[in-house]
């Protein structure tokens, strides 16, 4: 039995590498060579990260999770909504075209 998703996104959802930007490296007073240090990741990584050109994959997450102590379902959980928006707006029209179907 499926469920109707009738919550419409009308903003993209925060990447990330944002949040890592704006909320954790502040709170932690972490810089970008810190927390690749912290994390076990080149400055690259992070800084790709922080600017929201490469998404957070699962490796990444369970790094994250362990060092703020948090899940690396968390970090996984955004990227999903970040990668769903971007997918949804890329195929609007197609999926837009196709017709639900109906139990019999």
Same mark, same amino acid.
């Given at each position: 039995?499926?469920?109707? #998703?009738?919550?419409?996104?009308? %903003? /993209?959802?925060?990447? !990330?590498?944002?949040? @890592? +930007?704006?909320?954790? $490296?502040?709170?932690?007073?972490?810089?970008?060579?810190?927390?690749?240090?912290?994390?076990?990741?080149?400055?690259?990584?992070? #800084?790709?990260?922080?600017?929201? %050109? /490469?998404?957070?994959? !699962?490796?990444?997450? @369970? +790094?994250?999770?362990? $060092?703020?102590?948090?899940?690396?379902?968390?970090?996984?959980?955004?990227?999903?909504?970040?990668?769903?928006?971007?997918?949804?707006?890329?195929?609007?029209?197609?999926?837009?075209?196709?017709? !639900?179907?109906?139990?019999?």
């Amino acid at each position: 039995m499926a469920l109707p #998703n009738t919550r419409v996104l009308t %903003r /993209r959802p925060t990447h !990330p590498g944002e949040m @890592l +930007r704006e909320d954790f $490296l502040p709170d932690y007073e972490l810089t970008v060579a810190g927390l690749a240090e912290a994390a076990g990741v080149s400055r690259q990584s992070v #800084n790709e990260l922080l600017r929201g %050109r /490469r998404a957070v994959s !699962p490796e990444m997450a @369970l +790094r994250l999770g362990r $060092l703020f102590g948090n899940a690396p379902e968390f970090w996984m959980n955004a990227q999903r909504s970040v990668d769903l928006y971007d997918a949804a707006q890329r195929l609007k029209d197609d999926v837009g075209r196709i017709t !639900p179907l109906r139990v019999a």
